[in-house]
């Protein structure tokens, strides 16, 4: 069977890596798409396609962000968003390999930065690799008990282990630490509803919704959740 031109399009791109050719095959497979919307060869088709084009704007996003460190004031707010989002982006593209290694270089020439070995702890386990990561947060503690996301990862290395009441017991040290940082309180809710203490959980997801509320942020995912949990308690009681 010859091939069509959206096949030898796709063929090019993966040779050359020219976005042109990839743009043409999912313009073209999309026309197709419309002609005959449930074909399962299409519809294959046209989501690898577009499974690619997320790769190239994923790759993008890292160039970008590694562009955006390298000259970023280290004292600036963005400084720490920077680093999150690269964190996040490389872990999308399967390359937690590659930020593990940035970190931990990062490390060697900032020592003393609490930030650092945040940034190395939470790119072992997005690796799965918990063991590493207690390591590097048991090590930033010692220099800095106090530091909010260092106890908060600390936390998120005790649920992974298992250890649940240790996890909720160190974000909520971290959530004391900076009632700014609202991520340990997140973390508590979902770890509450998870283990079905349905009552905490509500208590949990008040405050988050209060916090939201004080700084003027949208609250209806967090009031779902509140209702949700909130059923589920209703649920659980009528059972006893």
Known sequence: MAKDRRTELAEKWEVTGDERYLDEALKLTCEALEKDPTN?????????????????????????????????????WVYGKLNAQLISVRDSLKQNHISVEFYKKKLSEFPDDPRIYSFLAQCYLRADQVLEAKKVVEAGLKLHSR????????????????????????WEHASQLDPEFIDPRFSRAHLLEEGHRFEE??????LVQDWLEKRGWLTDHVTAALRRVEDKLKGSNTTK
């Open 147 to 170: 530091h909010p996301t260092l106890n908060f990862i600390a936390g998120s290395v005790a649920a992974r282990e298992g250890n649940t009441d240790q996890a909720l017991t160190l």
């Open 201 to 206: 959980c509500v208590s949990e997801w008040k």
């Open 40 to 76: 399962p060869d299409i519809l294959h088709s046209y989501g690898w396609l577009n499974q690619c084009k997320g790769m190239v704007y994923l790759r993008r996003a890292a160039d970008f962000l590694t562009q955006g460190l390298e000259n970023a004031d280290r004292d600036s």
